[in-house]
């Protein structure tokens, strides 16, 4: 893609992200992230939390993070961001069941965790095209979108089993397969991280915005919590 960069990428206070959604044209495209943006909680995070018995969740989440698979594979998909494919595909086909109880907890979060000042600028301008793009997994977030009660043309996500391919690409790229270049450069891109840098650059009007209500949850807490208390009993 033959981009003009935009280097200079600061954060900037959420008011700014407001304006440029509620001011934006009917032929802007707006691109949303969703983990501790649109969703003020990490999706992924709080799936692996879901897993049940969450003894056993706990044991197979610190198994995988002891055998550390993701540094075994070749590049560019060696490296800690392929992390998360491996702890959610190996808890969800270890724990089956953790599918049906995440459609009951995904409603719940929704409710309670939806980022209002983003859906209320969106609710002001119906016109604008807006695009859901994370490098969480679509069969996490497209359970709790279904409930966010927003509108959106598309959601980009990372799928189940080709999730370690979707991370190892980025965002950029992931975008660049659903939208054209002169629509990529001409949007509004919103997000809480640095790691859509390349996407940021590219974007007519990048905002790196970090929400006051959002929060990232360790997965299983409690679990690690109770055993650290344990420990300490008998040092």
Same mark, same amino acid.
Request: with cysteine; charged share 20%; proline share 6%.
């Given at each position: ?34 983990? =501790? !943006? *649109?969703?003020?909680?990490? &999706?992924?995070? +709080? ?11 706990? #044991? ?46 995904? =409603? !719940? *979060?929704?409710?309670?965790? &939806?980022?209002? +000042? ?11 095209? #807006? ?105």
């Amino acid at each position: 893609m033959n981009y003009k960069l935009n280097h200079n990428i600061d954060f900037s206070e959420s008011t700014v992200a407001i304006d440029y959604i509620e001011q934006a044209s009917d032929l802007t495209t707006i691109i949303l992230d969703f983990d =501790e !943006t *649109l969703f003020l909680r990490n &999706s992924t995070a +709080e799936y692996l939390d879901s897993l049940r018995p969450r003894w056993l969740g706990f #044991i197979l989440l610190k198994i995988i993070s002891l055998i550390q698979p993701w540094s075994w594979l070749p590049k560019p998909f060696k490296g800690s961001k392929i992390r998360d494919w491996f702890l959610v595909v190996g808890a969800t086909l270890f724990l089956p069941w953790t599918l049906f109880l995440w459609q009951k907890k995904a =409603e !719940t *979060l929704a409710k309670d965790y &939806s980022n209002l +000042e983003l859906k209320n600028a969106i609710a002001n301008n119906p016109n604008p095209s #807006i695009i859901v793009a994370s490098l969480g997994f679509n069969f996490i977030i497209n359970p709790i979108l279904n409930h966010f009660q927003i509108r959106y043309d598309r959601a980009i996500a990372c799928r189940f089993w080709q999730g370690a391919k979707d991370r190892g690409k980025g965002k950029l790229l992931m975008v660049e397969e659903v939208l054209p270049q002169s629509a990529i450069k001409s949007s509004i891109l919103v997000t809480d991280s640095y790691d859509d840098l390349p996407l940021l650059e590219v974007v007519d009007q990048p905002c790196l915005t970090i929400w006051s209500l959002a929060k990232y949850n360790p997965p299983l807490q409690d679990i690690r919590d109770s055993l650290i208390a344990f420990v300490r009993q008998f040092s």
